[in-house]
């Protein structure tokens, strides 16, 4: 069984000119990577000296919104969440810096201080995605998502992008009690309002149908990482394509299971 070494997954990485000096926010499923020299861990210890390598933050999504029927919904001091065993071995290390968002946290590696400076608007927002969270930072520091071997309907960043341009039916209007409690003890409390489309159960699910304007647009590159194949792509380069699309649709782009048609995110005098 092929095992992958450090310098194999540097070469990867460089292969797919992955930036080592900006904010990335990879999803993944560690299962499609196969074995990496030190498992989970040792995976762990290579991206984050790639990406952190030249100044850069390395994210890993830690969400908790399986615990909203209870009465903590993120405890700072557990690596509890529902994303898998990377996001697990991420949310453990003391390395890392991890946010208070009470469903959507995420595990960031890099400098501290520019971490919690990025993280600061958590409990501002009544969304899990808003813009003042840490998905709202990754437009604003022109940074990256990284798909390891899943599509975009695990892209969360894109829920983001549907607040930024205030696309309705997304978001309940009504508002529910949250707690965090903090590794000194502190509950915090915030409200909330979760997502929500009347016309499907998981909007997300619909993400997919932006693979062939975000390719078309060159939003990002291909690679693998192990044996996953990847996706690395720019933040501000997907909203405006979305942005793009929602304009020129004049409707939501996700109603329909449908292809998003051409004529759609094709930009005026081009062919199709």
């Known amino acids: 069984m092929k095992v992958y070494s450090k310098k194999e997954i540097f070469a990867q990485l460089e292969a797919m000119q992955a930036p080592r000096d900006k904010m990335v926010l990879m999803h ?59 996001s697990t071995v991420a949310a453990e290390d003391p390395r ?13 590696f890099g400098d501290h201080s520019k971490a919690e400076a990025l993280a600061r608007g958590e409990l501002l927002a009544d969304t899990p995605t808003s813009p ?65 489309t009347d016309y499907t159960e998981d909007i997300s699910d619909r993400f997919i149908k932006y693979e062939i304007p975000f390719r078309y647009h060159r939003c990002g590159r291909d690679g693998f990482l192990g044996n996953a194949p990847t996706q690395l792509l720019s933040a501000r380069k997907m909203k405006a394509v979305v942005e793009m699309i929602y304009k020129n649709s004049l409707t939501d782009p996700l109603k329909t299971e449908n292809p998003i048609e051409a004529k759609y995110f094709i930009n005026q005098g081009e062919k199709e």
């Not at 908790?64 to 529902?82: G, P």
């Not at 840490?134 to 969360?156: I, M, P, S, W």
């Open 28 to 86: 993944s499923s560690l299962r499609t990577v196969g074995s990496v020299e030190g498992g989970a861990k040792g995976l762990l210890d290579i991206l984050v000296e790639y990406f952190t390598g030249e100044g850069g933050l390395f994210c890993v999504p830690a969400h908790t919104w399986h615990n909203l029927d209870k009465e903590i919904t993120l405890d700072m001091s557990s690596s509890d969440n529902c994303l898998g065993y990377f």
């Open 96 to 108: 890392g810096y991890r946010t208070e968002s009470p469903t959507h946290s995420m595990v960031i």
């Open 132 to 196: 003042l969270t840490c998905y709202g930072k990754l437009y604003e520091e022109d940074g990256f998502v990284f798909l390891v071997g899943v599509a975009h309907n695990r892209n969360t960043y894109l829920h983001t992008v549907d607040e930024m341009l205030e696309i309705p039916n997304r978001m309940e209007k009504k508002s529910m009690t949250v707690a965090i409690r903090r590794k000194d003890g502190q509950v915090v409390k915030r409200s909330l309002r979760l997502f929500y």
